[in-house]
């Protein structure tokens, strides 16, 4: 397959190092990786202008970009994912005692109200303590990748020069999802995240996805057998690194390493499986959480997701 050379944005971590080192090679074409310090810019920059071949995106940037006309598929390889529980950050004494607690509350959120970390994090919020999402101001500190998409009316933007940390703590704002806090007095809403989030993967089976891999429309057309290949690739990295991780090969895990681990032992299987079939459930749950926060009319046809070629593909 005499593909040219696809311009390719993915931020180096476990599941693709070694096809960035060039360990893994693809067959038939190659992948130039181009370095964007902040990730979530060159989503917007697929989204909005098409900038890259093949890019890793944000699930629900892409759900929302594929509602929305986006010239761009899916293969069903996701590069990222993790737990939520500890997203949510509040100031203890702020008189806040629990979720329930946010309703009829303002809640920061970072960036857009689409944002993947904060859908699944009011997910739990909803899904494990009952909260009432409709009945909070989420105020947001940025806008939406997908310039189409309008949010309900109980989503606002942050006042301009603002600071969703200094909002938090003065108590303008009852909590804030998805910041890196710098002040020690912000903790996690939810307590002892980390036994949440294995209860929650415990109880139904899902470990939620963050992000996977987009390929530009017009290639796969031109070249029917790239979306597999270019799929193939990403499973062999993938393949590789779980193998090195439960062989305790990793000399320096880093934070997701060391939750892949703990997923990868409680539950006995790969912890980062790659195609529809292992997937669908997960992806299923995350377009109903999209569609009850208002950020989907109603969930998308699963299959029409993922390129020709690539819906019957595992790894």
Do not use: C
């Not at 697929?46 to 759900?63: I, K, Q, W």
């Amino acid at each position: 397959m005499a593909v040219p050379t696809l311009t390719t944005v993915t931020r180096t971590q476990g599941a693709n190092a070694s096809l960035k080192d060039g360990t893994v090679r693809p067959h038939g074409f190659t992948l130039d990786f181009e370095e964007v310090p902040v990730l979530v810019h060159a989503f917007r920059r697929m989204v909005r202008g098409l900038e890259f071949d093949v890019s890793e995106m944000a699930l629900t940037t892409y759900l929302v970009a594929k509602a929305h006309g986006a010239r761009f598929t899916a293969l069903p390889a996701f590069l990222v994912r993790g737990f939520h529980h500890g997203a949510i950050l509040y100031d203890p004494e702020s008189g806040i005692s629990g979720p329930k607690d946010l309703e009829g509350r303002r809640v920061g959120v970072n960036r857009g109200y689409t944002v993947t970390t904060g859908v699944w994090a009011r997910a739990v919020l909803d899904q494990e303590h009952g909260v009432d999402l409709d009945r909070v101001t989420w105020v947001l500190s940025g806008d939406e990748h997908v310039p189409d998409y309008r949010p309900p009316s109980n989503v606002v933007p942050m006042p301009e020069g603002g600071s969703l940390e200094e909002m938090v703590l003065s108590g303008e704002l009852a909590a804030v999802i998805g910041l890196d806090a710098r002040s020690a007095r912000l903790k996690p809403l939810i307590s002892d995240p980390q036994q949440a989030a294995m209860a929650a993967l415990a109880e139904r089976g899902t470990y939620p996805i963050n992000h996977l891999v987009v390929v530009r429309d017009d290639l796969l057309r031109e070249f029917p057998r790239l979306g597999a290949e270019v799929f193939g690739a990403f499973a062999r990295a993938k393949q590789a690194y779980v193998e090195r991780l439960g062989n305790g090969a990793i000399a320096r895990p880093t934070p997701a390493d060391l939750v892949h681990l703990r997923v990868m032992e409680a539950t006995g299987r790969d912890p980062l499986p790659y195609g529809l079939a292992p997937n669908r459930l997960v992806l299923e749950e995350l377009m109903e959480h999209a569609v009850r926060q208002h950020i989907l009319d109603a969930p998308l046809p699963l299959e029409a997701l993922f390129a020709d070629g690539t819906r019957d593909l595992t790894a």
